[in-house]
């Protein structure tokens, strides 16, 4: 049986860390790069760095933080963000990310699933849906769309994503759980990995979200304390989560 995936997110904002509630109320909480070398260290495996308003303002992605980030870390990182081309899917593959990440741009052109895909393989492309009351919502979160998340991840699953990145907006950042539902529902709809996304507050969420899907993002819940990540991990294997050994995660 494959492990589940523990993974940290960097949401990004003029090349600092910031994170909020329901994607507002937005706050300082650090450098990328300390953040990323502090869980790299600390067992993650892998990274995920979003650029939160790139695809608000329609700009491309901080490709620098990007470099910065790929420089010091060892392990697999996605990037997101401002993708709208195959270009701009080149420009992060480029700079060090191992994988990219579209939202806003493919809801606008789905084709641009395809054709990031046929370039770099499905491997290297995560679809990030942002979902309240069972709709996909654009633009970090700001604009919604006549999708609904379970059609919307089934589309973009047959035309070449590799993966998804399912964060509910009403529970992000809240600590109370990640939206269960949903995260089944999409898990069940698609034959690629679904990340759950939004609403880590304990490590009992965590474990409850692997075991429904094959991933969980985190945030809220470390960036005030970074060295606690290792603990957490341990915590979450405790509860029966399925992450790699433990022997390979610094104590």
């Not at 308003?53 to 491309?60: L, P």
């Not at 990182?77 to 990310?97: K, W």
């Not at 046929?118 to 979902?131: E, P, R």
């Not at 999409?186 to 880590?200: C, D, F, L, T």
Request: with cysteine; charged share 25%; aromatic share 4%.
């Amino acid at each position: 049986m494959a492990y589940g995936r523990l993974i940290p997110c960097l949401d990004v904002r003029d090349g600092r860390v910031v994170k909020g509630v329901g994607f507002r109320e937005l706050r300082d909480v650090g450098d990328p790069v300390e953040l990323a070398v502090a869980y790299s260290e600390g067992g993650a495996d892998e990274l995920v760095l979003l650029d939160i308003a790139a695809s608000v303002h329609d700009r491309a992605s901080a490709v620098a933080t990007i470099e910065r980030v790929a420089d010091a870390v060892t392990i697999p990182f996605t990037a997101g963000g401002g993708v709208r081309s195959r270009d701009d899917a080149a420009r992060l593959i480029d700079a060090g990310a191992d994988r990219v990440a579209v939202n806003s741009a493919a809801l606008a052109r789905p084709d641009l699933i395809g054709e990031i895909a046929s370039l770099f393989g499905s491997q290297a492309l995560v679809v990030s849906i942002d979902c309240a009351d069972g709709r996909v919502f654009s633009h970090g979160g700001t604009r919604t769309t006549a999708r609904g998340v379970v059609e919307w991840a089934t589309s973009a699953a047959e035309r070449g994503a590799g993966e998804m990145l399912l964060t509910s907006i009403t529970h992000d950042g809240g600590r109370a759980g990640y939206d269960l539902d949903v995260t089944v529902a999409v898990r069940m709809a698609v034959e690629i990995p679904v990340i759950a996304s939004g609403g880590a507050g304990t490590a009992r969420h965590v474990a409850d979200a692997l075991a429904v899907t094959d991933a969980a993002l985190v945030a809220s819940i470390l960036h005030e304390d970074p060295a606690e990540f290792s603990a957490l991990r341990r915590a979450i294997v405790d509860l029966g989560a399925n992450l790699r050994p433990l022997e390979a995660v610094p104590a």
